[in-house]
């Protein structure tokens, strides 16, 4: 592994935990530049600067993205970097669908720094790394299998748009956010719902969060 080039962003928002994960990282990799993100806005605004990253370090639950929102927003718009989940959530159905949704590796918030530093420096020499006791080997569930597969067709706007929808936003306070027009949202919407098989965006919310864990919030307005 050549480390003199490596850059990773650590996007979590709790400050002590990305310190002790820069002190991990620095210690398998000290010529790395390594940069930090307390939100899932500051992560995209990063990587919109400058998407060439070797590796990002992603909580799930961190502010603008819940469940694998996040996840599925970062392997559309940047399928060729890796993406290592490290939650507090650690359990094997959560792991499963992080790999399902694309993450090069699961570690657990709850590991110490030794396996910390031999995960990440795993999935930087090309694997993937998640807990040895896991058990991937339960049945899935076809109704998760059918929403997982629907959703990853989705492209990056269009998981963007969801992810509004899931925090309550209007199409015009959407279309505010993102710099285009009303009409584009409504077009992004009905491509949504398309895709994900429902009639309504309040559907569409509620298939989200049952892929997400029921992170996603369900407060979606009532509009066309």
């Given at each position: 592994m050549t480390t003199a080039l490596t850059r990773l962003v650590i996007a979590d928002d709790h400050p002590l935990f990305r310190d002790a994960l820069r002190q991990t990282v620095s210690s398998v990799a000290p010529a790395a530049k390594i940069e930090e993100a307390g939100s899932f806005d500051d992560l995209t605004a990063l990587l919109e600067q400058d998407g060439d990253v070797d590796?990002?370090?992603?909580?799930?639950?961190?502010?603008?993205?819940?469940?694998?929102?996040g996840l599925i927003y970062l392997r559309a718009q940047y399928p060729a970097v890796p993406v290592v989940v490290v939650s507090a959530s650690d359990d094997g159905a959560t792991i499963r669908r992080s790999l399902d949704f694309g993450a090069s590796g699961f570690i657990p918030k709850r590991f110490g720094v030794e396996t910390l530093r031999d995960a990440i420096l795993k999935v930087l020499d090309g694997n993937v790394w998640v807990p040895p006791d896991t058990d991937l080997s339960a049945a899935t569930d076809p109704e998760m299998t059918r929403l997982r597969d629907r959703l990853v067709t989705l492209t990056p706007q269009q998981v963007r748009v969801l992810m509004?929808?899931?925090?309550?936003?209007?199409?015009?306070?959407?279309?505010?956010?993102?710099?285009?027009?009303?009409?584009t949202i409504k077009a992004h919407v009905s491509a949504i719902l398309q895709k994900l098989g429902v009639e309504s965006r309040t559907q569409a919310v509620i298939a989200a969060a049952k892929i997400a864990g029921s992170q996603w919030r369900q407060t979606t307005p009532m509009e066309p």
């Open positions: 590796l990002i370090l992603l909580d799930l639950t961190m502010p603008g993205t819940s469940g694998f929102s509004m929808l899931s925090e309550g936003l209007l199409n015009k306070q959407i279309a505010y956010e993102l710099g285009v027009s009303e009409a």
